[in-house]
T-cell receptor, first 115, second 114 residues
Framework: GAGVSQSPRYKVAKRGQDVALRCDPI?????LFWYQQALGQGPEFLTY????????KSGLPSDRFFAERPEGSVSTLKIQRTQQEDSAVYLC?????????????FGSGTQLSVL | GDSVTQMEGPVTLSEEAFLTINCTYT??????LFWYVQYPGEGLQLLLK?????DKGSNKGFEATYRKETTSFHLEKGSVQVSDSAVYFC?????????????FGAGTTVTVRA
């Protein structure tokens, strides 16, 4: 595709449910980032992949959050036992370059609402 | 830790008006500074950046100057258009090498009326 694609666009979950959010980066992009954007706030860093290696997961808020990128392309962010405070827009971004935010392309995000 | 504070919105302007969005930062050393823009229904995209003191970033008629003495990176445009309606985010990355984590401000919503 032409850009970073995220699905679903909207997700409503009941508290306690597990959810999986998908990111399709631009083909060939080495770096992949996940950010969390709460309502009325700026995005906050969650995790960084270089190809299939998760080099930084320091921003994941709890052990309920898990991200993977097994073949170095598509990535999935999984949230187990969702809580209301997990409600946010989850943004994915990719770059052709490694370990940099240069030439970063963002997806439109997945809006997660936990009821 | 490093942080960014930007002017709260929303901001509503008439076409051809002058726009300023204030941004100040807290960081050690010499961070790189950015303005990102999010148009309705689209992903964040880089508007402009500056990587050292006194640098001026510019794009699409927007400008921002890296001011180390006032720790600021204010965004300006002399004559806005309806198509400039968007949410604008100030951001930084630390001065440490290979630090790719962007720290964003809360965003400022700008609406330009015809």
């Amino acid at each position: 595709g032409a850009g970073v694609s995220q699905s679903p666009r909207y997700k409503v979950a009941k508290r306690g449910q597990d959810v999986a959010l998908r990111c399709d980066p631009i083909s060939g992009h080495v770096s992949l980032f996940w950010y969390q954007q709460a309502l009325g706030q700026g995005p906050e860093f969650l995790t960084y992949f270089q190809n299939e290696a998760q080099l930084d997961k320091s921003g994941l808020p709890s052990d309920r959050f898990f991200a993977e990128r097994p073949e170095g392309s598509v990535s999935t962010l999984k949230i187990q036992r969702t809580q209301q405070e997990d409600s946010a827009v989850y943004l994915c971004a990719s770059s052709l370059l490694s370990a940099t935010n240069e030439k970063l392309f963002f997806g439109s995000g997945t809006q997660l609402s936990v009821l | 830790g490093d942080s960014v504070t930007q002017m709260e919105g929303p901001v509503t302007l008439s076409e051809e008006a002058f726009l300023t969005i204030n941004c100040t930062y807290t960081a050690t050393g010499y961070p790189s500074l950015f303005w990102y823009v999010q148009y309705p229904g689209e992903g964040l995209q880089l508007l402009l950046k500056a990587t050292k003191a006194d640098d001026k970033g510019s794009n699409k008629g927007f400008e921002a100057t890296y001011r180390k003495e006032t720790t600021s990176f204010h965004l300006e445009k002399g004559s806005v258009q309806v198509s400039d309606s968007a949410v604008y985010f100030c951001a930084l990355t630390p001065s440490r090498s290979n630090d790719y984590k962007l720290s964003f401000g809360a965003g400022t919503t700008v609406t330009v009326r015809a």
